[in-house]
């Protein structure tokens, strides 16, 4: 089992940064992916950012944040980050922290284990 608890959400101005966090605990060996996704209020989950391949070496970024995010991984604290820049309101979102046991996710339902997630919300 893989515990997940992200941070670092808050309420910024357009144009502003945020970094997220997410702390890894458990049957951490068997992450093989891991990923930030989001949700709006009404809408769908859907991917913003995945690491996987080999040692997670690889990138995913949805079109709409490739540029202004960046995903990174601490593989010695295994903590997730999602570096966000030039926010939008678009961006608002309850963004959540996701492990996957396959070495290609990317779609939400590849994902196994969920944080509780952390709110970002980006005023005009």
């Known amino acids: 089992q893989v515990q997940l608890v992200e941070s670092g959400g808050g309420s910024v101005q357009a144009g502003g940064s945020l970094r997220l966090s997410c702390a890894a605990s458990?049957?951490?060996?068997?992450?093989?992916?891991m990923g930030w996704f989001r949700q709006a209020p009404g809408k769908e989950r859907e991917g913003v950012a995945v690491?996987?391949?080999?040692?997670?070496?690889?990138?995913r970024y949805r079109d709409s944040v490739e540029g202004r995010f960046t995903i990174s991984k601490d593989g010695a604290t295994n903590t997730l980050y999602l570096d966000m820049n030039n926010l939008e309101v678009a961006d608002t979102a309850m963004y959540y922290c996701?492990?996957?046991?396959?070495?290609?996710?990317?779609?939400?339902?590849?994902?196994?284990?969920w944080g509780r997630g952390t709110q970002v919300t980006v005023s005009s």
């Open positions: 996701a492990t996957s046991t396959r070495g290609d996710s990317w779609l939400a339902a590849e994902f196994i284990y």
């Open positions: 690491i996987n391949g080999y040692q997670m070496s690889r990138s």
């Open positions: 458990g049957s951490t060996y068997s992450i093989r992916s």
